[in-house]
């Protein structure tokens, strides 16, 4: 007998109805990457056990995943904003990379100025070489309509390689001895800890309350979800499309500019043509996962960089191929992601089989 | 009238979540028949037809075709019963010719290649032949009108073999002079022996062309009768569950000042046709103009101008003295011009579906509030009163409007226009889709902002309706306005003559 399950469209789920699915789906994700790594002969206990520990059993490890969520929060509110429209912004990278591109810039020119002074120039032409980085997409899609997701996409190779050109050439650091590396920036152009972190942590924090006020509560939250649902309706309602979509994308981008400027300054203390590494991208799977909500990201983002650090962790104390961890990652992923379908559609068995069983 | 059933369903149940769309119905069909499937929208008939077309599986129930019972698991295993369907969007591929369209998903059936395709060419013009159809094989789906894209799509479902033909609202994108030629061949394909199934909710056409009638109600088949012994008053009765008095009030009012003037506009759509030819008229307040034509003669651009979505190439439009022309859509809508355009889709432009109730009513006055906060609590205030003038049934003002029915979305949208006190109202379609009891409460709130002195344009379709609740009716025929009568001396027949442009149509 031929097996065709019938699959509608679900009406009516509530809200607690879909936090209950939701954690079914977390739940079956433990399990479902137990049975993987039972297969590859681990015992799970113990590896989702050294996750933890690897992530959270130190001081020094919770500085570390908070080092590396800090990033990836403010990278997902910036592809958030940008998502909330249906503008599919994959330029993260680029946006990141020319960010820390500005803060450099300032860094170099004005190293001698006083601390706050010199990080708020950085901080602003981080935002401004971020935004700018995102608008001419968008002004592109806004006048004639290209594709943002193919432009977004190649710019990042764009300002990738134009940072690399600057690590090459103009400006590698002369004392490095022929190394490939940029000078570092002065004491004045580092961010200061606070709490044994960088201050970014703060700021992602207000970031986050930020982007939520802003989507939410903001006339110009509200005209970028009405573009983003229905282009149409937006234009019937008198709302000026083109400049909505530059707003947007200009905080999209100034957002992922600002990661750039916290790491540089914080983490690296230099520019780097690898500087990104990878959060603009990974900020579009967190940026699903927490639904396009800001304070849903900032949990996602966390358990995120937990999962990404006890990964590598388990590849030292456990001996693992660094793949298993891949592997771990992925099978999660996969749970919570595919829990949505089951969210949207309802799937039933046909009445036949059932019958007979 | 044969006796073998080409279609037996029984005891059909059918529900998407809580929503029961079909409850025990039951339909049958001969051979050589055209069933028309009469009932207000939601009461099921798409739902029921597109368990035969293999898109929904019934939850319970029978199914019979020719007398054999069937498992229809997929639109492939529809057509396999030789069961075939015409949406009311066609579904052609518009850079392919007429043949290759035909021939779609079974080529094998005629053999491969050149031979396969020149036979199925005979084939095909044979099949045409004999329903006196005149089809053009080799055209271009993009250059046929709506006539012969209609044609084509029947000639696809008789080429795959179906002796069932399901076809849903057929009429609703043709001029009467097409209805008369497609009548003409579903009666020659009745000869022929097929089985036809019509969906529709024009109950002139019902009359016209079925043999019986099957009337569902709210998900219940409600009787099945014999078109020669029933009439139209006695089927709405069926169709509404009570007797409607059918006749739309037409309010004499004082009418005022001229409130917008179109002075020749010319607008050219983004394809570069010309979508308004030299359109001039008058509208005064206090006075409903309709705007009758088919689907496409202009309407929308016509609407579009007056909101400032669309520029006008040449021309100028006066609104209470004012000329809109250059100034931009917000601008418009602060003068007081509102406008409740309803497409086909009905949520793709006049509202956003996924929002609930409350983001929805702040649409057009957001703008108004003060500094760069949104209040939503005044949205939500004005949410709650228009759900009690306008009796919106919905669970909550935070509930997505496309979770509401059709009449509720519409009241929410015409509620929304209504309540901003406007001087100029064009509202496009606003029946569409609702039930005839939803249908008179919009007409009478649109004769009640009349009696306020509101200029109203009226986009509609029915040309009953148009004629009975217009003072004056404006028909237009491929962005031309090919005439404007008055409504209270208009006949069908004037208006259709119009809308034809004059002449016969494009049928073939």
């Known amino acids: 007998m031929k097996f065709t399950p019938a699959i509608t469209q679900r009406t009516g789920l509530s809200t607690r109805q879909s936090v209950t699915y939701r954690a079914i789906a977390i739940l079956l994700s433990v399990v479902g990457t137990g049975l993987v790594l039972m297969l590859f002969g681990l015992n799970p206990v113990r590896v ?49 990379v020319m960010g820390a591109f500005g803060a450099a810039f300032v860094a170099y020119r004005l190293p001698d100025l006083p601390q706050p002074l010199l990080l708020l120039l950085m901080a602003v032409a981080a935002a401004a070489a971020g935004a700018l980085w995102a608008l001419i997409p968008a002004a592109f899609k806004a006048k004639m309509g290209t594709n943002e997701t193919i432009f977004t996409l190649m710019m990042n190779y764009i300002a990738i390689l134009f940072v690399t050109f600057l690590q090459y050439g103009p400006w590698k650091d002369p004392a490095r001895a022929g190394f490939p590396r940029m000078p570092d920036f002065s004491p004045n152009a580092v961010l200061p800890n606070l709490f ?100 849903v990201a900032l949990f996602v983002c966390v358990v995120f960089a937990m999962l990404v650090q006890g990964a ?19 099978t999660i992923l996969l749970f919570i992601l595919g829990s949505e379908f089951f969210i949207q559609f309802k799937v039933r068995l046909p009445e036949r089989r059932r019958r007979t069983v | 009238m044969e006796n073998s059933a080409a279609i037996r369903m029984e005891n059909i149940t059918k529900s998407f979540g809580s929503v029961v769309a079909n409850d025990a119905v039951s339909f049958s069909v001969n051979f050589g028949e055209i069933h028309a499937l009469l009932g207000e929208n939601g009461a099921g008939k798409s739902t029921l037809m597109n368990m035969l077309s293999g898109i929904y599986r019934p939850d319970s129930g029978s199914i019979w075709i020719d007398g054999k019972p069937a498992n229809i698991t997929s639109p492939g295993a529809s057509i396999r019963y030789s069961i075939g369907m015409i949406h009311q969007h066609f579904k052609l591929v518009d850079v392919m010719s007429a043949l290759d369209n035909v021939r779609m998903g079974i080529g094998r059936h005629s053999g491969k290649g050149r031979t396969g395709r020149k036979k199925a060419a005979v084939e095909i013009g044979k099949k045409a032949e004999s329903l006196g159809l005149d089809v053009n094989l080799s055209k271009k789906v993009y250059e046929m009108s709506v006539g012969e894209k209609q044609t084509t799509e029947i000639m696809k479902v008789l080429h795959r ?281 919009i007409y009478d709130l649109l004769n009640e902002q009349k009696k306020k002195g509101v200029g109203i344009i009226f986009v509609g379709e029915d040309l009953d309706v148009l004629i009975e609740i217009s003072d004056r009716i404006m028909v237009m025929s491929g962005g031309v306005v090919t005439g404007t009568i008055d409504a209270s001396l208009a006949s069908k027949e004037e208006v259709g003559f119009l809308m034809a442009g004059g002449d016969s149509g494009g049928f073939d």
């Open chain 1, 312 to 330: 590598a962790f388990i590849q030292l104390s456990l001996g693992v191929p660094a793949a298993v961890a891949g592997v771990v990652q992925g």
């Open chain 2, 161 to 441: 073999g179906s002796r069932i033909v399901i076809m849903d609202e057929p009429t609703a994108v043709l001029t009467p002079s097409e209805i008369r030629k497609l009548f003409d061949i579903m009666r020659r394909m009745k000869e022929q022996g097929c089985a036809i199934v019509i969906i529709t909710h024009k109950l002139g056409e019902v009359m016209e062309i079925s043999d019986r009638i099957t009337v569902l109600r709210d998900g219940r088949s409600i009787d099945t009768v014999v078109t020669r012994e029933t009439g139209i008053p006695s089927l709405i009765e069926m169709m509404v569950g009570r007797r409607i008095d059918l006749k739309i009030e037409r309010p004499a009012t004082k009418q005022g000042e001229v409130l917008l003037d179109f002075d020749a506009v010319t607008v050219v759509g983004p394809d570069r046709k010309v979508a308004l030819n030299d359109v001039s008229f008058k509208l005064r307040e206090g006075e409903i103009l309709g705007v009758a034509g088919v689907a496409g003669s202009g309407q929308k651009e016509l609407c579009e101008a007056i909101s400032g979505l669309t520029n006008a190439e040449k021309g100028r439009i006066f609104f209470a003295g004012e000329n809109l022309i250059g100034k931009k859509p917000s601008e418009i809508i602060s003068l007081g011009v509102r406008m409740g355009f309803i497409p086909e889709d009905r949520l793709g432009m006049g509202l956003v579906g996924t929002m609930d109730l409350v983001g929805n009513v702040m649409l057009k006055d957001y703008r108004d509030q003060k500094g760069i906060m949104l209040r939503r609590d005044l949205g939500a205030e004005k949410a709650r009163s228009i759900v009690e003038k306008f009796e919106v049934l919905t669970p909550s003002i935070y509930t997505p409007v496309a979770k509401l029915s059709g009449g509720n979305i519409q009241k929410v949208l015409l509620g929304r226009e209504i309540d901003s006190d406007p001087r100029l109202l064009v509202t496009a379609y606003p029946v569409r889709g609702l039930d005839i009891g939803a249908s008179f409460k």
């Open chain 1, 48 to 96: 989702f056990g050294a996750i933890i520990e690897g992530s959270m059993g130190t001081p020094i490890r919770i500085h570390q995943m908070i080092n590396s969520a800090i990033p990836l929060v403010i990278s997902t509110l910036g592809i958030i904003v940008a998502f909330k429209m249906k503008f599919w912004n994959i330029g993260g990278e680029g946006q990141i």
């Open chain 1, 196 to 295: 044994g972190n960088n201050i970014g942590w703060v700021i992602a924090m207000i970031l986050t309350a930020f982007v939520y006020v802003f989507l939410s509560r903001t006339k110009k939250g509200y005209e970028i979800t009405v573009v983003g649902e229905s282009p149409e309706t937006a234009r019937y309602a008198g709302m000026n499309i083109p400049a909505i979509i530059i707003v947007a994308m200009a905080v999209s981008g100034g957002l992922c500019g600002l990661v750039g400027m916290i790491q540089a300054s914080a983490i690296e203390k230099t520019l780097t043509a690898t500087i990104s590494a990878g959060y603009g991208f990974t900020a579009i799977i967190t940026a699903w996962l927490a639904r396009l909500n800001a304070i």
